[in-house]
């Protein structure tokens, strides 16, 4: 059965998950939250509720990426630190395909919050350093027998060949991301910086794989900001530069995207308009690079992460946002084109994009 905002109700109370008076006295919400999956949050009154995650499709690739965010909500148990990123699993209903998570109350997510603020706090910066190096600080032994390890990938993300390959149907796409394509096999340079990145990929550590700001939420605890990560399903042996890299470019992309439904804007403006503001920003990069260093121990070999690699693989997850925000659009939009071209400076010379465009000094 595939759950709709009018049927959710009366699935909550066969599951023992509500009873009959959360709902008749009034302070019963059901809030569609869709994406790539059939996302509600239910609220119950001011401090409870539950978010639901459930697939679009019964498809194999929906059905394995949806049981592994389950499993690794229950296998990060075995981590108090790491589950403390996570909302609370409550259950994971295998026969739906559906997960039930508790609904984080008094949070929204980082684009939310700066969109709504335009004001970068160190302390959140902070924050999420600290949370990405709990997490890629976990050290996984994948001849372990144990039950509950998730079975994990270790895929290098599409974008790096992408100008070889194309891994989506030719009818999914919209006009404006097979333009994409094209204009990324028109640019030679480009294509040599990604098979550079992909031959020195290492799939080592564990990592989120899908960070970014939407997958983050900042939570009020009384005094308190929390700060915790969602959406798991990508989770893999990977390369901590690719979620370290997510995030620089989740500040780069930010001003070309928070004006993504303005039409009348220029890539050049919109490039222009991203240099002018990013100082804005700069304490706040330094913070969250400073404690995810720091938490790392970036003096030791074993945990190097070398912020030259960093940056160029925020260079090539930007292209990735490029072509995500494709995804209704007939051609090619100016803002495309603009992380396009940001992406591109950062490769053509990051020592000197880590200066300009994220106000990183330290040798790279």
Known sequence: ?????????????????????????????VIEA????????????????????????????????????????????GFPLWANLMPTLVRYDQSRYCLILELLSASENLREFYNKHREFPESIAGLLGDALSVYHSIKIDL?????????LSNKVPWIFTYHKVSYFPANSLSGGAVQFGDVLRSLPTLQTHLERLFDIWRSSDLIHADIKWDNC????????????????????????????GSVFQSYLSFWVMCSYRDSSLSTQQLIDDTVANMPKMFASIRAF????????????????????????????????????????????????????????????DPTQAAVDLFGLTEDV
């Not at 509720?49 to 592994?68: T, Y």
């Not at 001849?143 to 079975?151: A, H, I, Q, R």
Request: net charge negative; hydrophobic share 40%; with cysteine.
């Open 289 to 348: 690079w400073n404690n995810y260093r720091s938490a790392r121990n970036e003096g030791s070999t074993e945990n190097d992460v070398c912020l030259k690699t960093c940056l160029e693989f925020a260079a090539v997850r930007m292209l990735q946002t490029a072509f995500e925000s494709l995804y209704h659009c007939s051609e090619m939009s100016p803002h495309a084109y603009a992380l396009l071209d940001l992406s591109q400076q950062v490769l053509r």
């Open 143 to 151: 001849d372990s027998t144990e039950t509950n390890l998730p079975k």
């Open 34 to 77: 869709g994406q790539n999956n059939r996302n509600f949050k239910v609220v119950v009154g001011n401090n409870r509720g539950k978010f639901l995650k459930q697939v679009q499709s019964f498809q194999d690739l929906h059905r394995s990426s949806i049981q592994r965010e389950a499993d690794c909500y229950r296998w990060a148990q």
């Open 217 to 244: 939420l900042i939570q009020q605890v009384e005094h308190e900001q929390r700060l915790k990560i969602i959406d798991w399903e990508l989770v893999q042996m990977g390369d901590v530069r690719w979620d370290v």
């Open 1 to 29: 059965m595939f759950l709709t905002a009018a049927n959710l109700a009366h699935y909550l109370l066969d599951s023992g998950l509500v009873d009959v008076a959360d709902i008749v006295d009034g302070d019963f919400k």
